[in-house]
């Protein structure tokens, strides 16, 4: 069943909520570990084609939305930890 349009603005609403909280996630965990500002990290920590590694992009952003809404900023940046932080660490290690 198709989700109805009310549905799909909510995940658009709750997705976008979620790119912010991972993009401050991303920024904070490259300062506290690499000492430094890298865009190109965090682009590649944030990016569609790295989520879609997870799930459907705006799926995994709706879902961090949705924890950050119900729980906290803290609880939100568990998940990340937890979900996508070993992917993108196993990513960045096969880059080089």
């Known amino acids: ?56 992009p705006t799926k995994v952003e709706a879902q961090i939305g949705t924890i950050y809404q119900t729980e906290g900023t803290d609880a939100a940046f568990a998940w990340i930890e937890a979900e996508l932080l070993p992917l993108f660490l196993k990513q960045e290690k096969n880059r080089k």
């Open 1 to 56: 069943m198709p989700a109805s349009p009310d549905q799909k603005r909510r995940d658009q609403e709750l997705a976008w909520i979620g790119d912010c909280i991972l993009e401050l996630y991303a920024r904070n965990w490259i300062l506290k570990n690499h000492g430094t500002v890298s865009g190109e990290m965090a682009k590649r920590m944030t990016c569609n084609a790295f989520l879609a590694n997870v799930g459907n």
